[in-house]
């Protein structure tokens, strides 16, 4: 259970209350499903980013021949196929995210962040922890550790669909120090628990 709370400053991050709270196994829904949303996603930007170069190695060889016209053309093709894969792979995410966080039961403690961009994964903790603080305060949510404590568990995960280059396992802790969130960062496994306390 190796891990990590920078803002531990009244004792709450105990082994107790850790082992409790890393066991709560939220995996859930069709991992293959899960997966081969990914996989399609990817080959159709893979698909886009390629016609895109091609498009833009045009443009080099239209430059080198002096043909302005074969230059706007192929520019313009390369900058339509680079917001056709913007798009694509905004709605990907957001069909992964919509997926892995289906269940509204969980909706209030758990946030899984895989496939998503760093900015968008951090856009999303920012607006789900800021309602949940919210609904926390006026009641609306319950605490789910005691009277005054509620934890949300983020999934960042270990980077897999990186290429190894683990983003969001460093970049949420980050975002979560510069905001003084008190949280517990389980690094290895590329969980977060972001401890949430009613009435602040």
């Not at 949420?172 to 628990?193: A, H, K, M, S, T």
């Amino acid at each position: 259970m190796a891990g990590y709370a920078p803002h531990n400053v009244d004792g709450f991050w105990t082994y107790e209350i850790l082992r409790k709270l890393n066991y709560f196994n939220f995996q859930r829904g069709n991992q293959a499903f899960q997966q081969g949303v990914f996989e399609q996603a990817r080959a159709e930007t893979k698909t886009l980013y390629q016609k895109r170069q091609e498009c833009l190695n045009q443009v080099k060889e239209a430059k080198k021949k002096g043909n302005a016209q074969l230059v706007q053309f192929y520019q313009e093709r390369a900058n339509k196929y680079r917001e056709d894969y913007e798009k694509q792979q905004h709605l990907a995410q957001l069909q992964i995210f919509q997926i892995k966080n289906a269940k509204l039961e969980l909706k209030d403690t758990y946030i899984d962040l895989h496939g998503l961009q760093k900015e968008e994964a951090i856009n999303i903790v920012r607006r789900r922890l800021g309602q949940i603080q919210i609904e926390l305060t006026q009641g609306a949510i319950q605490p789910s550790v005691d009277a005054h404590n509620h934890i949300v568990k983020l999934v960042c995960g270990k980077g897999i669909h990186s290429q190894g280059r683990a983003v969001l396992k460093f970049a949420i802790p980050q975002w979560l120090d510069e905001r003084q969130y008190d949280y517990y960062n389980f690094q290895n496994d590329g969980v977060v628990l972001v401890r949430l306390i009613k009435g602040q």
